[in-house]
Each structure stands twice: as structure tokens, then as C-alpha cells.
């Protein structure tokens, strides 16, 4: 069987996705690019950057690569921080895949984000097609690289395939420098301190999903007949919405003690440009997506999930 390259291996969606795909297809077919060296990980690693074609070129010949998930990426607020960088890696990145897709016949995933969508987008059960002007140089990005994305599909045939991440809400790898990660870090501080100071607004709601409902849609929209692919740009994609003082309500239904306050910062402004909700009717009707995780399930799961990863006992907690 042809391989399956997994760049941005080690970030939230990567770090399940790979044993998820090892899984189902075998470890030694899934091969992960990593662009610092990574050792100790059961896993086949190549050493690159997305950006440097002839590497991933080399790479893609010797594995005799037949899919790729290109997740890497930086997020909204790590993109706040260094635009031209994440121009360059996102943008630059997704190019450097998309020739290299095309040349050897790989089909292609590549995430976006509820980034594309901005202040001017109707925020409440968002269409699949609707007002994108982002406020982000990460939702630029986002909503070039759809339209990039679309346009390799029509002009050269690459069946690439993408969905717009809501906040995802995993265990296996830490939080990244995005806004809605804020979900991720409560339960880690919850864990850790009994409390959790939240840089949002208590009733900032925003589009979330657990990371095995992530995963799962993933795969689904990877393995769906082509023809069954009506969107070329991005999925609407999505699951529950919640506010921070609805998971903190959840949290305390089995942390007792927890604390949360709020001090609101800069990524305030990139959660108020967001919707609230996503309608992904789009995604079910063309090829069966459906979640299953609502919010008091996922945070039983990431506790439970986290006190071993952090190696908590249940009675100190
Ligand atoms: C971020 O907050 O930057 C990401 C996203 C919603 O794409 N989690």
C-alpha cells in the first residue's frame, strides 16, 4: 500500500490522528514529518520542513507516499505574534504540499479553521457559504489557502479535502498558541492548581469538539467516495458550543474545589470576530458527518484522560 505523510505530527490534531491512522492502516505505512529532531517515538520520522520542497520531495519518493494530512501550521494567536512567519509557513507550506500532491498523485488533507469567518459573518448557526473577511493574519491565511485548495482541485485534479476546525479539545499533545485553547489549558490548571485564571470573557461562546470526534470526522472525510465531496474550500464542521462558564460549571461537577476567573486580554478580540455556532448540515448530508461528544462527556474523558497523562491519583484530587 502507498504511505500516508502526517506533517505538524506532534501538534493537538497530529498527536491523535497518527495512532489513529496507525491503527487502521498499520504504523509502518504512517510516516511522520517533524521539523526539529524528535526521538523516542515509536514511530517512522523524517526530519523536515514544509516549506523546503526538494526535502519533502525526497521524502515523498522514498516512502512511495499515496495521502497526506498536512497539519502544520501556527494558529491565531502564535500567527498575532509573527505574521510574516505565519504567511510563510502557512501559506508557503501549503503551496510547497499541493505541487508535491499533484506531481505524485497524493490525496490531500489540509485543515481549516473558523478563523476564515470574521465580525461581518452572521454569527449564530453559520452557513456553509457566507461573508469571510477574517480580522486574523491566521484566518488570511485560512481563507487563502481554501481558495488555494479549490483551485488546485479544478485546475489540476488534486482531490484535496479540508474542514474548518472548531476549538479542538484534546489530551495527547499540549495546547497550542490559538484562542479557543483556552479549553485545553482549564483542565490542565485544574489538574495541576484547583484553579484557572481564563483570558476570555465568562460568556465568550465559541464552536468547540473533542478530539475523538475530530479525529473521527477526519478520517470519515478522507475516506469518502471523491464524488461524494461537493466543497472543495472547507467543511463547516462542528459539534457543541459552549462558553468558558459552561465548561467551568461541567469541570466542578467533578473537580468540586475548582476555581475560575476571568481576566480578559488581546485574544478577546480574535473570540468576538468568531462565530458562536457553525451549522455543518453540508458535511452530514454529503458524507454522514455526525458528532458524539457533548460537553459533560468530553470533560469526564479529559480528566480522566489527563490525570493518568499527569499521573494524578483520583483521591488528591
Ligand atoms: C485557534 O484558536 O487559533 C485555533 C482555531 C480555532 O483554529 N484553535
Redesign the pocket.
Known sequence: MKKILVTGAFGLVGADLVPALSEKYGKNNVILLAHKTVTKVPFNIEKGDVRKKPQLEKIIKKHNIGQIYHLAGL???G?EKNPPLAWDVNMNGLRTILDLAVRYRCRLFWPS???VFGPTTPKINTPQRTILEPTTI?GTT?LAGELLCRYYHQKYGLDVRSLR????IGFNAPP??????YSVHIFYEGLLKNSYVCFLKKDTRLPMMFITDAIKGTIKLMDARSDKISIRTSYNFSAVSFTPQDLVKEIKKLLPGFVCTYKPDHRQK?ADS?PKSINDRVAGKDWGWRHEYDISRMTKEMLDKLRLKLKIRVNKV
Open positions: 494558529l491565531s494567536v500567527g479553521s473558523i478563523a491566521y485560512k476546525y472548531p476549538g479542538l497550542g498558541d490559538g484562542t479557543t485553547e480574535i468568531w
